[in-house]
């Protein structure tokens, strides 16, 4: 995923959980923030320091953005989204981890309709 897609700044997450909408499974809470002069969406991920060390933190995270990554583009264009891993997430490998981030999208009706 290209750093500009990314959500980074502080200010932006504070922005994404103050005035944004959520949706949570077992393994993830995700935020959602729509951005009408925005033709791209951007994700944030969050992995506290609580499921591990750096070094799994660190994999969660590649694991989390490869996955909203291969299904990007079936999600609403116009949003920023703030991923956030809960504990279970630990556990999961790949497959596991894109089918509850799938379900999380799914949950914040984040998929784009038929005819868009």
Known sequence: ?????RVKKNEEI????????SV???QFVLYML???DQ????LGVSVSKKLGNAVTRNRIK???REAVFQISKELKPSY???LIARIPSVELDFHEMKKSITHV??????FKKKGE
């Open 80 to 82: 920023d989204y703030l």
């Open 39 to 42: 033709n791209h969406l951007r």
């Open 1 to 5: 995923m290209k750093k500009e897609h």
């Open 34 to 36: 729509e951005k009408k």
């Open 14 to 21: 504070s922005l994404i959980f103050k005035e944004g909408k």
């Open 62 to 64: 590649r694991l989390m």
């Open 105 to 110: 999208f799914y949950r914040g009706y984040a």
């Open 24 to 26: 949570a499974n077992k």
